[in-house]
C-alpha cells in the first residue's frame, strides 16, 4: 500500500514567522508531488507542485524535495492569519492516481 | 479558470436509497476522480476515469459505482445508500497530475 504520512498537527505559529510542513512518501518510483491548501469548509486548490531534487520558490512558499530521503515539504514564510488552513501534500508514481496526505492543520496567531 | 461544479452541497439521504452524485467540469480534462474526504484519513480515491466511459476502482470502491457518458460528466452512485458513506465528496478533473476541486457535497445517510 502506497502512503503519504504527514503530522496532523496543529502546527500554531505566530504571524511573521516561517512554518515547515513535512511529508514523506512510501513509494520510491514517486515523481510529481504537489502541495494543496484547504480551509476550513472549501475544497482543496493547488499551491505549488515540484518535480525535482532541490527548493522550488514562488512568493512566500518553498517546496522542498529530497528523494533520497523521500521527504518533501512546505515552508511559508512570514506567515499571515489567513494562512491558517490544512495542507494536504499529494504524491503521484505516474499513471493516474495521486495518493493524497491526511493533511496538517496550521494556525498562525496573530 | 478551471471550473468543477458538484450538482449539491448538501444531501441527506436515507438508508438502502439509492443515490447520485453529479459533477461536471467546464476544461475538457480527459481525466476525471471521485474522492471521499473523512477526519483523519484524508482523500481516498474511490473511482476515476480517464476517458468517456472509462472507469478504474481506486482505493476504496465498494458500495459505489460511476458512470461517465460524456467528457464533461462524471457521475457516483451509491448503489445502497449505507450509514458509514456518510462523509465529503470530492470530485475533480486533471489534464496532467494537477488536480481541480469541486466545492464538494456533504452527504449524510440516515
Known amino acids: 500500500q502506497k502512503e503519504v504520512e504527514q503530522n496532523s498537527g496543529p502546527l500554531s505559529v505566530p504571524e511573521g514567522a516561517i512554518a515547515s510542513l513535512n511529508c514523506t512518501y512510501s513509494d520510491r518510483g514517486s515523481q510529481s508531488f504537489f502541495w494543496y491548501r484547504q480551509y476550513s469548509g472549501k475544497s482543496p486548490e493547488l499551491i505549488m507542485f515540484i518535480y525535482s531534487n532541490g527548493d522550488k520558490e514562488d512568493g512566500r512558499f518553498t517546496a522542498q524535495l529530497n528523494k533520497a530521503s523521500q521527504y518533501v515539504s512546505l515552508l511559508i514564510r512570514d506567515s499571515q492569519p489567513s494562512d491558517s488552513a490544512t495542507y494536504l501534500c499529494?504524491?503521484?508514481?505516474?499513471?493516474?492516481?495521486?495518493?493524497f496526505g491526511a493533511g496538517t492543520r496550521l494556525f498562525v496567531k496573530a | 479558470d478551471v471550473k468543477v461544479t458538484q450538482s449539491s452541497r448538501y444531501l441527506v439521504k436515507r438508508t438502502g436509497e439509492k443515490v447520485f452524485l453529479e459533477c461536471v467540469q467546464d476544461?475538457?480534462?480527459?481525466?476525471m476522480f471521485w474522492y471521499r474526504q473523512d477526519p483523519g484519513l484524508g482523500l481516498r480515491l474511490i473511482y476515476f476515469s480517464y476517458d468517456v466511459k472509462m472507469k478504474e476502482k481506486g482505493d476504496i470502491p465498494e458500495g459505489y459505482s460511476v458512470s461517465r457518458e460524456k467528457k464533461e460528466r462524471f457521475s457516483l452512485i451509491l448503489e445502497s445508500a449505507s450509514t458509514n458513506q456518510t462523509s465529503m465528496y470530492l470530485c475533480?478533473?486533471?489534464?496532467?497530475?494537477?488536480?481541480?476541486f469541486g466545492d464538494g457535497t456533504r452527504l449524510s445517510i440516515l
Open positions: 476544461m475538457d480534462h480527459e481525466n
Open positions: 499529494a504524491v503521484n508514481a505516474g499513471g493516474f492516481k495521486t495518493i
Open positions: 475533480a478533473s486533471s489534464f496532467r497530475e494537477e488536480a481541480h
